[in-house]
């Protein structure tokens, strides 16, 4: 990345880092992961290479489809949107600008235009 000035670092978070999800383990190390982006953005940046943290939303993983009946399903997203998601930033000419940010799947799903695999409008849901 330093070679050719330009990269995207993707550090995967969620919003237990400013709010109290769970437990003081899981919020302490999404706010470690917030902070840690923050910092390498920092350090990168002269390089051209862009960190940011993404909040998913609720992904279609094998543990949560196991478990579907606890959750609502209705905004989730699959794993390929992750990937649409990012492989849009990355090609994103202000993509510099971004970095050091957070952000969720479904914001930048729809500054890109993107939606999911199966169609789906993925709404963001932001939390804080």
């Known amino acids: 990345m330093i070679l050719a000035s330009r990269g995207l670092i993707v550090n995967i978070s969620f919003w ?24 390498m953005a920092h350090e990168a940046k002269p390089f051209g290479v862009s960190v940011v943290s ?27 949107f992750q990937g649409l998601v990012i492989g849009a930033l990355y090609h994103d000419s202000a993509l510099l600008e971004k970095s050091g940010g957070f952000y969720t799947s479904a ?8 939606v999911d695999i199966d169609g789906k409008v993925i709404r963001d849901e932001r939390l804080a």
């Open 54 to 80: 993404l909040y998913p939303g609720l992904v279609r993983t094998e543990a949560v489809l196991k478990n579907a009946q606890y959750f609502n399903m209705e905004n989730s997203e699959s794993p390929e």
């Open 107 to 114: 914001e930048l799903a729809k500054a890109y235009s993107i």
């Open 16 to 39: 237990a880092a400013r709010l109290y999800m769970q437990n003081v383990i899981y919020g302490t190390s999404k706010a470690a992961i917030d902070k840690m982006t923050s910092d």
